[in-house]
């Protein structure tokens, strides 16, 4: 049984941290090695197009009180440079004041990873430092015209390098010929390790230019595809007719026996 959050948004830091604790997070967070924080900053705009820096702050601060890890924040932003979509939304503000790294994914160093068992992408480049560290995948919910939600799986399009999948925008050979198929491989070669779903003020429609609307929830959870499942729910998606999430099922998460535990 997988288990998903729901807790009511009061502010970042309460409800991030209530979030977290019920699904005993700071039990699961490395106490070595790198966390990375991961973002939805596509672009340059403001939230809920991306992740209000507020909701990372508190992540930011929930496991610097519970893990002795390295915790940096990265994004490989889809369109223009990603240092520009940092600078628009306060990232390099708070990287400043707490002293965190802020890692370009689309400018690191990359390796090459390959399986037989993905369903389109044969080979990743993916940045080398993503490799062995913990993934906590922070998107806000929103729809998504291709793959009808952008929630944490999609999310980790940002850690492929732009130089390798740059045609019409930066990771625009990904979408072809299945974004569905891509978003289920990126997660086999390098699924979230936790998932923590902006979920206050979504965006219906589409994901660059839809409509606000408040839900006023925050999601968290370990399983990817459950916590996809009901962020899809709440915008009145039926998770079992999107591609991307039936593919993933029993791969990587699960659709079923899914626990919401409220708060």
Not at 142 to 147: E, G, L, Q, S
Not at 220 to 228: E, K, L, M, N, S
């Amino acid at each position: 049984m997988s288990v998903v959050a729901k807790v009511k948004f009061a502010d970042y830091e309460t409800s991030v941290a209530k979030a977290l604790d019920l699904i005993k997070a700071a039990g699961r967070l490395p106490q070595t090695g790198l966390v990375i924080i991961k973002p939805n900053l596509t672009n340059a705009d403001p939230p809920p197009v991306t992740t209000n820096v507020k909701a990372v702050e508190a992540v930011y601060n929930f496991c610097k009180s519970n893990s002795k890890a390295n915790i940096a924040i990265g994004e490989g932003c889809g369109e223009g440079i990603t240092i520009d979509t940092f600078k628009a939304n306060g990232y390099t503000k708070l990287a400043e004041k707490f002293g965190i790294r802020l890692i370009d994914f689309n400018e690191e160093k990359a390796i090459v990873l390959k399986s037989k068992n993905t369903l389109q992408l044969k080979q990743l480049y993916i940045p080398e430092i993503v490799k062995d560290a913990f993934i906590i995948s922070l998107p806000v919910l929103k729809d998504h015209c291709f793959t009808a939600t952008t929630i944490a799986m999609k999310n980790m399009f940002g850690i492929a390098p732009a130089p390798f999948y740059r045609g019409s925008w930066n990771k625009s050979k990904l979408h072809s010929p299945s974004t569905h198929k891509s978003v289920v491989d990126i997660c086999l070669y390098k699924k979230p390790d936790l998932c923590l779903v902006d979920a206050s003020v979504a965006l219906a429609g589409m994901h660059l230019s839809g409509e606000s609307i408040k839900l006023g929830l925050i999601l968290a959870g370990f399983d990817a595809v459950a916590v996809d499942a009901v962020g899809s729910k709440l915008l009145g998606h039926n998770p079992k007719k999107i591609q991307y999430l039936t593919l993933a099922n029993n791969v990587l998460g699960s659709l079923d026996n899914i626990k919401i535990l409220h708060g």
